[in-house]
């Protein structure tokens, strides 16, 4: 039973991070704290992301560079410029 949590959690936590192209070294940076202080939000992927966000405090120096590589990546992200709007059709 804990092998197939730990599978379910190794999954969820790589499907939780789509912006970035996550390596393993990631995932297993932020286990060992999604197990610690998350397993009420397992499997839902997007409730451990949001609990791992709410205890930042307690993550591990690891775990939290992570989060913080995502944050910064996602603050120098070339904003799109927006689609020029067609002429209103009238009937």
Same mark, same amino acid.
């Given at each position: 039973?804990?092998?197939?949590?730990?599978?379910?959690?190794?999954?969820?936590?790589?499907?939780?991070?789509?912006?970035?192209?996550?390596? @393993?070294?990631?995932?297993? +940076? $932020?286990?060992?704290?999604?197990? %610690?202080?998350?397993? #009420?939000?397992?499997?839902?992927?997007? !409730?451990?992301?949001?609990?791992?966000?709410?205890?930042? @405090?307690?993550?591990?120096? +690891? $775990?939290?560079?992570?989060?913080? %590589?995502?944050?910064? #990546?996602?603050?120098?992200?070339?904003? !799109?410029?927006?689609?020029?709007?067609?002429?209103?059709?009238?009937?």
């Amino acid at each position: 039973m804990l092998k197939s949590s730990a599978i379910v959690l190794l999954l969820t936590i790589a499907a939780s991070f789509p912006a970035l192209a996550y390596t @393993q070294e990631d995932v297993d +940076a $932020c286990t060992p704290d999604a197990m %610690r202080l998350c397993t #009420a939000a397992m499997p839902d992927e997007n !409730r451990v992301t949001a609990c791992l966000v709410q205890n930042k @405090q307690q993550l591990s120096p +690891a $775990c939290i560079a992570v989060f913080d %590589r995502e944050q910064a #990546a996602s603050a120098t992200s070339v904003p !799109r410029a927006r689609p020029a709007r067609g002429q209103e059709t009238r009937y």
